[in-house]
């Protein structure tokens, strides 16, 4: 039987207990520029890279109440013709993302420019006064981690990464089953992510007016070795390792973010990957296969277990992607769409191998053990509230939740879940897993320091 979940039931749930009752005091204690936004009043948002991920997320955010899109900002002439023929030509464009920080009328910047402009981005954006929501991963570097970190606790500034996994009601539910013990002790996660479509795997489309006259290419390389125009690396920069960071970059991250808002982790303390390019010999320098392990210690939220992540873009089966967190008394499965919980009774039973034994040996040997050792019932279904699975609807959309995250945060001044912090912690492991794969070594990490193991922090 499956039981399908409203937003409203789900952001009830989570709204419960959110708001303080000093929080209000705790506002008008602030400067003037860092008050909550009224609810009454306006939130103005300036979109920073509006590619294909910058405009979809954007059109979801200006659906949330109250909030209004300002301007925009990207490299490609051809993005910001578009951006006031879907927004409207009022919209303020500018090649320039800091022209568009400038701006007094504007509260918050979305950020989904390439993964290697993301930290430089948020600092400046957040040096300017403007809360942010970038997207993942937060860094392309790992040594660009501290220096958000840092500036949106100077600046004292909302900043939320955009894994929508830590603001999906299916995640929040998983943290709830798992915390109840539904699964009995958690031993291993496994975590996949299979595509098998040329825009899957990044071939997006390069528009045939690309040119150094509309293209601003010296910005778009930025602080990436510098070489002659060659658009393919803009339109499709995730093949790339100047701009991009891979399937790590790219999926991994979003496995680690959802996996690590369930079970509470910091992180893992060693990672290992391999992989390589089986199918998109295409000129990209990221592998299309990548399969990553990771050793996560005991802690006072979780045992230890280890966790397995797999991304193929030639999966020749299908698409989506999948999460089974198993533990000693059953499984639990996350899929794009839902929640299911089996329960296995542990096998403690020693077994036998009794097939050599003379025939009356065999029947006194099973007497015997049947006493001992009563037959179990097998696998079940958990049923949750009168249900084995919790489904959401096909309409449901999780960005559109993490947003609202986003702007009540900005309200409010109330933390978010997917901070600097906890995205660099699940960043960090994504960009070990490149250099694990690329440098053929396993490296030591440190969750709580957010470093690797034996290194001084950047």
């Not at 709830?176 to 992510?193: C, D, F, Q, Y």
């Not at 930025?222 to 390792?241: D, T």
């Not at 084995?388 to 993490?402: A, E, L, Q």
Request: charged share 25%; net charge positive.
């Amino acid at each position: 039987m499956s039981k399908t979940t409203s937003r409203r039931h789900f952001m009830k749930l989570a709204a419960a207990g959110t708001l303080a009752a000093n929080a209000a005091d705790r506002a008008f204690a602030l400067e003037p520029e860092q008050r909550p936004i009224s609810a009454n009043d306006k939130i103005r948002v300036a979109l920073i890279g509006a590619g294909s991920r910058g405009m979809d997320i954007t059109s979801t955010a200006i659906r949330v109440p109250g909030v209004e899109l300002v301007a925009v900002a990207d490299v490609y002439d051809g993005r910001l013709i578009r951006a006031k023929e879907v927004w409207g030509a009022k919209i303020a464009t500018s090649r320039d993302h800091r022209e568009i920080l400038a701006r007094p009328d504007i509260d918050a910047v979305i950020i989904a420019t390439p993964d290697h402009w993301h930290a430089q981005i948020s600092v400046d954006a957040m040096n300017a006064g403007k809360d942010a929501y970038c997207e993942k991963p937060m860094v392309q570097q790992l040594d660009e981690g501290h220096r958000v970190i840092e500036a949106a606790k100077k600046n004292n500034r909302i900043y939320q990464v955009g894994s929508q996994h830590v603001s999906s009601i299916i995640f929040q539910k998983a943290k709830e089953v798992l915390a109840a013990g539904a699964i009995g002790k958690l031993n291993m996660i496994e975590g996949s992510w299979d595509r098998n479509s040329a825009m899957g795997a990044w071939q997006y489309t390069l528009p045939p007016d690309a040119s150094p006259q509309t293209i601003d290419w010296d910005r778009f390389l930025g602080r990436a070795p510098k070489r002659p125009f060659e658009p393919i690396r803009l339109f499709r920069w995730r093949n790339y390792r100047d701009y991009g960071t891979g399937v790590a970059g790219d999926l991994f991250v979003h496995l680690f973010s959802g996996m690590h808002h369930v079970v509470g982790s910091m992180g893992p303390t060693r990672v290992m990957a391999t992989g390589g390019l089986r199918f998109w010999k295409d000129g990209r320098e990221a592998p299309d296969v990548m399969l990553g392990l990771y050793d996560y210690p005991e802690t006072s939220n979780h045992p230890a277990f280890n966790l397995s992540l797999k991304v193929n873009f030639a999966d020749g089966g299908g698409e989506g992607s999948e999460f089974k967190f198993i533990g000693n008394e059953g499984v639990m499965a996350i899929t794009g769409s839902g929640l299911t919980v089996t329960k296995r009774q542990p096998e403690r039973e020693p077994g036998y191998t009794i097939e050599t034994f003379p025939e009356a040996i065999q029947k006194q040997y099973l007497e015997e053990y049947r006493k001992r050792y009563p037959s179990r019932k097998g696998t079940e279904r958990l049923r949750l509230d009168g249900g084995d699975n919790y489904t959401v609807g096909r309409n449901y959309d999780s960005t559109y939740d993490h947003f609202v995250s986003f702007f009540t945060a900005m309200r409010t001044r109330q933390p978010v879940i997917e901070d600097a912090a906890f995205a660099f912690r699940a960043a960090g492991p994504a960009l070990l897993s490149n250099l694990s794969y690329f440098n053929n070594r396993i490296y030591q990490w440190d969750p709580e320091a957010i470093k690797i193991n034996g290194e001084a922090k950047s």
